[in-house]
């Protein structure tokens, strides 16, 4: 698949990060990709956060 999309296609990136936070904090971790390559943007951010 090539071209722009409407959706986040970063999943493997994303994914790898999200259970790389939880294990290095030893918590509950929620995210979201803020950003995407795939859908035009410069370039993919994510953010992630502690559930409290």
Known sequence: MH???????CWIT???AWGLFEGVFGKEV????KKCVAKGDEKCVFE????E
């Open 48 to 51: 992630f956060r502690i559930v």
């Open 30 to 33: 929620v995210g979201e990709e």
């Open 14 to 16: 994303f994914g790898f």
């Open 3 to 9: 071209g722009k999309t409407d959706e986040a296609m």
